[in-house]
């Protein structure tokens, strides 16, 4: 079986650690690709203040993912450890 590399190169041309090395970014990844998913569904019959809340996640998951990314934040606030 082939290994795996624990970097990939990224389009500046940098290297990063993948997601698969750093479970905190995949769940912060996988909670924002299911927000937008349900998003892209549903959104033409969603309330304002239910699409206005869902903006404001999705905002704050962008956040949480850049600090996971860049490893400034240990543990995201807010995100559920127990799964």
């Known amino acids: 079986m082939p ?8 389009a500046t ?3 990063a650690p ?6 905190v ?3 912060l990844l996988d909670e ?17 203040d239910t699409l206005e809340s869902t903006r404001h996640r999705v905002e704050w998951l962008a956040d949480e993912i850049w600090d996971a990314a860049t490893h400034t934040a ?9 799964r």
């Open 3 to 10: 290994h795996e590399p624990d970097f990939f190169v990224d």
């Open 13 to 15: 041309g940098h290297s």
């Open 32 to 48: 924002l690709l299911t927000h937008v998913r349900v998003l892209a569904r549903e959104a033409p019959v969603l309330p304002p």
């Open 18 to 23: 993948e997601r698969r090395k750093n479970p």
């Open 25 to 27: 970014l995949r769940e």
């Open 74 to 82: 240990e543990t995201p606030s807010g995100l559920d450890q127990s």
